[in-house]
């Protein structure tokens, strides 16, 4: 299928909104007649920010909105308002530990005890947003922060501890059809040998099912057989 109606935006959460350091780009498409929004972003920094950065996350969900041109009329979609999303990026959440102890955790690989204590799991029933999005299994390392060039931790004189800042997050919408669009994450890792930089990228590897054009044909169908049937009960 083509990619149609495509849009993208941008909101700004630096400095109360006034700066783009902060925030995040986002674009739509319908595939098939499924909508799509994909939003990358990065929210505010510090370990114990973590209700700024659920603040971005809020005004990231409230401002997001593409033009949508509907007969003579412009009518706007918000980021809800698509069958699947894609959230990722710095999203910045730290690990509520000391850095001593989760440099010791990470040398007997126990990253069960750092996710436990993972600032956006222990965030998700404060940020609406968070909790209507889902997280496959983390199994790698944390990917914040990294002496560039080598795989030390931080030795500067800030000592920052690791965290998980970086993440892909993603939603299906409910529906009753009997062929829902999904998004089934088939691979979610780091990559560990890229060096350049002092965070480790990340990646996932979807499988999406689509509405097609003979599935909303299908369904318009059935609905339209149950309308009838209602109407003569």
Known sequence: WPLRHLGRTAVKTGLRGRHGNKGAVAWRCL????????????????????????????????SISFPWIAGRETCYRSM???????????????????????????????????????????????????????????????????????????????????????????????TMSDFPPSLLCLEYASIPEMLSSDHRPIFARFKVTCYGDDQMAKKRFRLKVLAELLERI
């Open 80 to 174: 809800g308002d698509h069958d699947l999303v894609i959230l990722f990026g710095d999203l910045n959440y730290r690990i509520e530990l000391p850095r001593d102890r989760i440099v010791s955790h990470l040398r007997e690989n126990d990253l069960e005890t750092l996710l436990e204590r993972d600032q956006l799991a222990m965030n998700i029933t404060r940020c609406p947003l968070l909790a209507s999005l889902k997280e496959s299994p983390i199994t790698f390392n944390p990917t914040y922060k990294y002496d560039p060039g080598t795989a030390l931790w931080d030795t500067s004189e800030k000592q920052r501890a690791p965290a998980y800042c970086d993440r892909i997050l993603y939603s299906a919408a409910d």
């Open 31 to 62: 595939l098939g007649n499924t909508a799509m929004c994909i939003v990358n972003c990065h929210l505010a920094a510090g370990q114990e920010n973590w209700a700024a950065r659920n603040s971005d996350l809020a005004t990231i969900s409230r």
